[in-house]
């Protein structure tokens, strides 16, 4: 894992911590039950606890010491391959071994008889022997313990990626709703300006300016309560309706209590914007847009439908409402809830679209 030189970040250091407190839980423990089994064992083999436990202690003590040594080694080598590791962790173990032979050997010399005495290199031989086991164990244990973590690190900074991709895809979408519909509502406003309705045109303007201000404000991946997000809506809405207020009509349908559930913002942009256009844009006469809000399990279930304008059967033409609005609107709810998230668009009658979003209720906390 390729970790900078620069200041450690503060996910770094958690790790950094972390490792260290595995390794100081685990040393110990591990030396530990290594001095209960050779207390057990010497007792076996008929030495009497008491008398040899201030060695097994002072020999618990340093091996703990070579263990800590050892780990401190292998961390700062923690992004060599596993074969180098296992190496340095062998040899290790050898020099730890020699150094924990040495202090026996001063021990039961010093302690038990008061001189250290001639060397028995056979016994030597098997301390090194069974304290090389030791160590080689304490540094496998803690080349696996290393590998755990940097497992754990890697996906945890691959979870930080995909969110972080995810998030930069979802303002991608989100901020794809402010160009498309600024053009359509601008081509609107050209329109009133050729049939000459300036003064309309003028609060067009202004309410245009608070409306995309409003959007602006707002944080693509911040959800916002269905109320709000109506409440939005009804701004554009009247800014359309300074153009087809004789021929548009727009009701609501919102099952009680879904007023607070939490929606990603600017999600019935596309939606309501799509209605307007097909709907009341294409037609001479009125044109009625529902908005509805109803619960289905723990799912949340919003869909907008707009009368069509009579003609030749739809089926013949190019399916109505099927540009870049609604394919941003699919592309969110599949990136934001790619499990119980989708979207839906078709005719639901000979002259009536519907445009449906489904994705998990959550209600807003108070």
Known sequence: MARTNSTISADEAEYVAGVRRATLSFGFLYQFMQFVISSALWAILGYDPIKIAPITLILMLNGTLMSY?????????RERSILFKLLLGSALSLVAAAINAGVDFLCHGLIEHGDPGDINWTNVGYTIIYCMALFHGWAFLYIALLANFELRERERRLAVTREEALAAQMRALRYQVNPHFLFNTLNSIAGLIEEGASTVAGRMVLSLSSF?????ELDPMQDVCLADELALQLGYLNIEGERFSDRMR???D?????EQALVPSLILQPLIENAVKHGVGCSVGAVEILITATRRGETLELSVENDLTAGPPLSAKKP?????????????INARFPEMGAFISGLVAPQRFRAS???????AGP
């Open 69 to 77: 040594a050892m780990a401190a080694i292998l961390f700062h080598f």
């Open 212 to 216: 995309l201000r409003t959007t602006l």
């Open 250 to 252: 727009v009701k609501l």
């Open 254 to 258: 919102i099952a009680p209590g879904l």
């Open 320 to 332: 109505t409402g099927t540009g870049t609005g609604l394919k941003n609107v699919a592309d969110r």
């Open 357 to 363: 979003i489904t994705m998990p209720l959550r209600i």
